[in-house]
């Protein structure tokens, strides 16, 4: 059942993402003509019309990714000295981190999505260059998956456990955990809403936070409490926050 919830609220959300740009109309009437007998249209006309919205939404993602990207730019140092002066393993890891990036933005299903692919790439370029992204592409994954919706669910607990996450063993405490997630119940209505299972499946899924044991004490028998993962908490840094806003 639960995994029936989460598929079914991904596609919905997926759904609705590509509604501005997709003709759906169009393709539904045109199919129901075709059912019916009628011509004017065919596979030739599907073809065209769903390849049109598709690199219309690449081409318009990409010009944001660009824009996004020199925003971020001025406001750091890209170390470019260091880039030109690199070796051929560290130019190679910066262009499949570089390909990664432009390939995945030319899918992505909404503007929110690209801004985080634009903030990771910026904070790579700050880092300076190495020989392995292998973080950085799986921060790119996890930021073309998280609705925004679910991105919302990650801010509020980055504020909340955060600190107990960087100071601790990689995530909270069993206390520190039902401790913040109670408080965010109390603060936030969207953590009691039922969709909030959803959210933290899909969270979860990309290892961004961990279900936790409930201390019956503190939270009832339908309420799980999450914590952060320290993967959570470098998406939260790299993805959400502003860039330059922390220490990479």
């Known amino acids: 059942m639960a995994i ?26 045109g199919i129901g003509q075709k059912v019916a007998g009628l011509a004017g249209f065919d596979f030739t006309k599907f073809e065209e019309l769903s390849l049109a919205a598709l690199q219309k939404n690449s081409k318009e993602n990409l010009a944001y990714l660009f824009e996004s990207l020199a925003e971020d730019v001025k406001r750091i140092d890209t170390k470019l000295e260091a880039f030109e002066s690199s070796g051929i393993e560290e130019r190679r890891a910066l262009n499949e981190l570089v390909s990664e990036a432009v390939a995945r933005t030319a899918e992505a299903k909404s503007k929110d ?53 960087k100071n601790g063993a990689g995530i909270a405490d069993i206390n520190s955990a039902n401790d913040t997630w ?51 908490v470098r998406f939260c840094e790299w993805c959400i926050q502003e860039v330059g806003s922390v220490s990479v």
């Open 4 to 29: 029936e919830s989460y598929r079914a609220a991904k596609m919905q959300v997926e759904a609705e993402d590509r509604s501005d740009f997709f003709p759906g109309i169009q393709i539904v009437i």
């Open 113 to 165: 999505r690209v801004r985080r692919i634009a903030r990771i790439l910026a904070n790579a370029f700050r880092s300076g260059p190495k020989e392995n992204y292998e973080v950085e592409r799986e921060l790119i994954d996890a930021a073309t998956q998280i609705a925004e919706s679910d991105a919302y669910i990650l801010g509020v607990m980055m504020r909340h456990q955060a600190e107990v996450v």
């Open 182 to 232: 109670k408080q965010m119940r109390e603060e936030n209505k969207e953590f009691r809403d039922p969709h909030i299972h959803v959210s933290c499946a899909r969270l979860q899924a990309q290892g961004l936070i961990i279900r936790m044991d409930r201390k019956n004490t503190t939270l009832d028998l339908a309420t799980n409490a999450y914590s952060l993962t320290t993967f959570g």
